[in-house]
């Protein structure tokens, strides 16, 4: 990713918005944007959904592979997750080996997912010891306008609970859903002009400073935390921040379920 | 190209697999201002295959050394995503990708008024998020749409479509068994106005006369999925 | 061929509207001055981008539905400065290519080295295109009337095809606008546009931004006249 340029006169106005408990595109402190989710939409994959946040729009795909089952843990396969932000989804996008905040975004995403244990491991076992399901969750960005984080942790989930396990193909059995137990769904704060917002947009990206991202699960139990970029926060903010979260996750638990 | 041409895809009647006949066209829809965010863009799809093209620019051209003095750069990108085959398609550089990402410029570079905007470059993102065979050909013509749609300016569009043989039959528009099986395939990149060409490749075996008809199934096929084009551009998706 | 059922034969004269694609052909090129974005292949006029086109007498062009800024000498743009060296700066002005501020042309007294301190990257500025030369930058000055640093305020990016109905005639609509929100407008050359004054007055200009494309897109959605 380049750089982008911040214009200057952007964080002060920002500053004055959030002093008048305004937002750049009008929205309320807590207001996320237009969510839409669809699955089944990539045919040649195994499990796939498309999520649009106001102008943001990403893809996520699940592939099953069949592998070998690591020699300490015989009865088990595996659960991989992998972001792209190729150069279509927007100018500050470049070409090349995944950036930093590449990386950095399939890696949450990931451990929201993964460490909610959504996924029993041990139901991927094929043939114990020499083969298992090792289920591949591929995140792709078509347009990004800010908060690719929730865009790919609520397509990411979606795609895995309309995944179908394709035996069949492999010669290993029967086709059968995959198993996904909860849902965990992720929601990112942005500090813009000196407080923390939802959903950030992308000039509020732009303009603002760090970021708090929480995945909770069905039972709004803490599955994972990240902070990004530099800044300061206190416990209230953070228990101001938790509050939201708690009542925004229930809400998008409910549009993919 | 398999080349196994005892894998019985075209009938006596002429009917292929999916019930097209040997001149028929896959399915095909089109819609534009697909990628908020970009300054032209247009999501295509044709049988599954899908692909979505995103157009920036002309901006300034970086890094430095890219620039021409004298026009604009296209730079071009055609990547297929790891969920758009039946087995997933590791990320990474692809050298088949590069080869087609260098054709399509080729292509562009042939209509796209490039003098109008010397030491700039424009960027054109083609991603495959369904591939069924021809997804050179959906690439190129989305393309063509997206630039369209982003307002630069173009001598005319450039219509791409394949033909081949299958079972020693020539027919048009190679679905995936038929790319997989069959015995020839000829994609082109035609401009609807003059029916000239910007863009042609060919591999397999065909007689001069065989080849004839796959070249003349191409020309046909390019007027229809012009219409398609145009309709799409003035008026929203088209199916 | 797609069939143009008055192939041949001049469209109507007149403000006659239509929406054309690239390529498309749009009749006999005699008699006709080809304007922006059509040129004359063989003996008839064709289209070069999507957008509408216009007759007007003679002249036939093609006005794009989505367009990037081209800078033209005396043009007032707003800019933003995207680096600098000892004594240049490199400033954004949203065309394909950036421009160029020599420091004689800054603002205030010039001194070798010192450009960082008076203007830095991130910094807006008001500034109007000197010359523009085929195959270099073009040169913005900030030496002139009302040119300045922007310090306060915001600043929108506006479609270039709704400028017209933003402005009104002769003025009347943007003055209209500066009244009722009491803020400061500068509508530059270039689809920006600086609002400065009270919150309450730039989100009340950004509203209005927000319903003229409302209503643009809304007109265009058929597309076709």
Redesign the interface.
Known sequence: M?IP?????LR??LS??AE?D?RID?RDRWQGRETQVEVDV????EG?ARVQMG?T?V?A???F?VMQPYSDRPNEGGLMC?A?V??????NWE?G?PSPEAIELGRVVDRGIRESGCIDVESLCIIPGEKAWQV?L?L?A????GNLFDAFALAGIAALRSAVIPAE?FEVGKDSPLGVSKTPIMCSYHKVGGRFVYDAC?REELGGDERIHITLGDDGNVHSLQKGLKGIFSTEEFDEIMRHALGRTNELRDLIN | MGGYGDVQMIDENGLRVDGRGPGDLREITIETGVVPVADGSCRMTWGTNEAIVAVYGPMEAHPRKIQRQDRAVLDVGYNMAPFSTTDRMRPGFNRRSREISKVTKDALESVVLLELFPRSKIRISIEIVSAEAGTRCVGLTAASVALADAGIPMTDMVVSVASGKINDIVVCDLNKEEDNYGEADLPMGILPNSGELVFLQMDGDLSQEEFKQAWNYNMDAAHVIHEHMVEALKGGAVQ | MRKNKDAGEPRDSGRAQLLVVPGEDLGDSQGLEPGHGVMEVNGRIRALKRGMMTKNGSYISVEPTHTRYFPRPSDLVIGYIEGCTNNIWFVDIGAPFNAILPMSLGPGKAEFGGTRAIMDVGDAILCRVQEVEETHSSVVTMKGMGLRKIRSGSIEEVDPHLLGRLIGKGGQSLRALKEETECRIVVADNGRMWVDGDLSGILQVRDKLQSLSVTSQQNNAGGRN
């Not at chain 1, 078509?142 to 306008?145: A, L, N, P, R």
């Open positions: 380049s340029l911040v214009p200057n006169l002060a106005h004055e918005l008048n305004s009008g990539l045919p040649r994959a796939s102008d729009i893809f795909g699940v592939k592979q992998s792209e190729r150069p279509i989804a927007g100018r070409a080996p591949i591929d792709f078509i347009s990004d306008d193909r992308h």
